[in-house]
């Protein structure tokens, strides 16, 4: 039987394996990287896996959130979520499959962009830690890099 500690374990190794194929991408075979093509790296790890990830929070959220007492209204509400631990492995669930879709498109974004793979590995780390802050971290090197890049054209 499926308990909130084997799915949340479960999840957290889906997550890694999207992660890690986000940060292989340089490593994969050339024939799945081929320009134009969306490559089968960022399929896997920043669509599949995060979709797979969506329809386990969906259907947890569908079996278990009916009839708990807790809202969004407000912050104790919000809490009062967080004490069903179905309701804590749902909340975990939706911050890996949206800060791992996250980073995948961060990832398409700067290969469109040129922007160094070596430069995204620690872009792509803190997206994977600490979600938000990996986003203005790639917003900030996405507009270094743009900067020089016009510096170099003038």
Known sequence: ?????????ICGLL?????LCLVSTPLW???VLEPGRESLPRLIGAIAIPALIALIYSSVI????????????????VMLLFTSR???VAGWVHYLAFDLFIGGWELADSRSR??????????????????PMGFLAYL???AFFKQNKQQVVS
């Not at 278990?64 to 912050?75: I, Q």
């Not at 040129?114 to 979600?131: E, Q, S």
């Open 86 to 88: 179905w309701l804590v």
């Open 62 to 77: 569908l079996t278990h959130w009916a009839g708990h007492p807790g809202s969004f209204n407000s912050l104790d509400g």
């Open 15 to 19: 997550a890694t394996l999207g992660w």
């Open 29 to 31: 075979p050339r024939s």
């Open 140 to 142: 900030a090197i996405r």
């Open 1 to 9: 039987m499926l308990t909130p500690d084997s799915l949340f374990q």
């Open 114 to 131: 040129r922007i160094p793979h070596l430069a995204m590995v620690p872009i792509l780390a803190l997206t994977f830690f600490f979600g």
